[in-house]
């Protein structure tokens, strides 16, 4: 499964073209943010790709959950969404 990373400075309309790619090429991607914008920048970008792949008769499947990560030594607790397309 393809993981797209995203910070509170990722611009959400350019993660939104590279989930609907990877949701055109596979059959899901898992985003994964740590922080509230972070994760701010997720769904907007979610609600952005749900509209580029709507017009090929596309829905979104959302599935949100924790997940513990290692940056810097450190464990850290992220906000992963699976995205699935239905």
């Given amino acids: ?10 611009q959400p309309k350019a993660v ?5 790619a990877t949701l055109r090429e596979k059959a899901s991607a898992e985003i994964q943010a740590i922080g509230a914008g972070a994760v701010n920048q997720a769904i907007k970008a979610i609600a952005i790709t749900r509209g580029f792949v709507a017009p090929n008769g ?3 499947v959302v599935i949100p ?7 810097d030594g450190e464990e850290r607790t992220a906000i992963k969404f699976i995205v699935e397309p239905r």
């Fill in 65 to 71: 959950a924790f997940s513990e990560v290692e940056i």
């Fill in 58 to 60: 596309i829905d979104l």
């Fill in 16 to 20: 939104a073209g590279a989930l609907a």
């Fill in 1 to 10: 499964m393809e993981v797209l990373k995203v910070s509170a400075q990722s």
